[in-house]
């Protein structure tokens, strides 16, 4: 209700209403699936189901980078693109340039999200259910996740899965195993990603501090929803490859504060300090942490309708009521 009285009569207008109402609408959808997941009726065929989609959106990605194209599922969503595609997205590993794979997502981000916060789900209630058939396709789509995961590239992706071992740990032992494997991939790997991604890295906190400029100009009620790409491109800025940067902040908390000021702000961080009081299970705490981690780290858990609705059903799972159960690898 703040961000549409916020954006009434805004530059934009009606755009900006229309976002803010489409968020109502997502916060609507939080409450009743919260409700809904809290009786706990269906979560055995919400589990089948997500699963199902785990399954075939991984064997897409796979398919889709053994070939470095898109496989022609346009009537599934996918889009049509391969690796030569302008601005499509390329990781550069060992001097050669490889496709990033999007499933049916607009963006590789977009996918590892979705598998790992699925994921997650899945695990936190695995106790719950029964049946050789329904474990085996739990334990499939599990394997297929990961695997899907790691084809993304996704690097919000990746911390999210070095979170779930480390929670699946069953004791110290294993963890401190699970720590020292992280730690010597990360040498291995974490120089060859900085370099390949450089430019990337750079662009990022450029954006963050055009945030941060356009925020403290317009520090209590922000400049309205969408209009953080108007007050960028007044700014001028250019990348290492001297093209315009004119794509929105990857941090949503540093988003909400140029477009709603402090005042949202603060709502929406008070209203997460809700959500993480009622995550108490140690696995809707995990969830509830990714979900964290991917808003940090980009910016489509606000800006893109794929994310708008993997962040609501996330945080509807991380607080819907339920017997805490051990997570379970």
């Known amino acids: 209700l703040y961000l549409i009285a916020n ?40 589990v089948q189901v997500l699963s199902t989609s785990l399954i075939w959106q991984s064997a897409l990605i796979i398919f889709q980078f053994a070939s470095q194209k898109s496989q022609g599922l346009w009537f599934l969503g996918e889009r049509s693109f391969d690796s030569a595609t302008v601005h499509i997205a390329n990781i550069d590993f060992f001097s050669a340039s490889y496709l990033r794979s999007y499933g049916t997502f607009p963006h590789p981000n977009v996918a590892g999200a979705f598998l790992t916060l699925t994921l997650i789900f899945i695990m936190i209630n695995l106790d719950h259910l029964k049946g050789l058939k329904t474990h085996t396709i739990v334990k499939s789509a599990s394997l297929f996740a990961v695997f899907g995961t790691l084809l993304t590239f996704s690097r919000s992706a990746f911390a999210t ?43 990022r906190l450029t954006l963050t501090q055009a945030s941060l400029n356009i925020a403290g100009k317009n520090l209590f009620f922000g400049v309205g929803n969408t209009n953080f790409l108007t007050h960028l491109a007044s700014l001028n800025l250019t990348s ?16 909400i504060l140029a477009e709603n000021g402090l005042v949202g702000f603060v709502l929406f961080m008070a209203f997460l300090f809700f959500v993480s ?53």
């Open 7 to 46: 954006n009434l009569l805004r530059e934009g207008f009606p755009i900006t209403v229309y976002f803010s109402a489409r968020i109502l609408m997502y916060s609507l959808f939080f409450i009743c699936a919260s409700q809904v997941l809290s009786r706990g009726k269906i979560t055995k065929q919400i």
């Open 161 to 203: 899965l070095v979170l779930i071992s480390i929670f699946i740990s069953s004791n110290l032992k294993s963890l401190i195993v699970k720590l020292i494997a992280t730690s010597l991939a990360l040498i291995f790997l974490l120089p060859l990603l900085l370099n390949t991604q450089l430019a990337s890295v750079a662009e």
């Open 240 to 255: 290492l490859a001297q093209t315009r940067l004119i794509q929105p902040v990857h941090n949503v908390f540093l988003l």
């Open 277 to 329: 009081q009622k995550a108490q299970s140690k696995g809707k705490l995990l969830l509830f942490a990714a979900i964290l981690l991917f808003a940090s780290l980009d910016h489509f858990l606000w800006t893109l309708v794929p994310g708008q609705l993997i962040l609501w059903l996330s945080l509807a799972l991380a607080l819907a009521a339920s017997r805490p159960v051990p997570l379970r690898p």
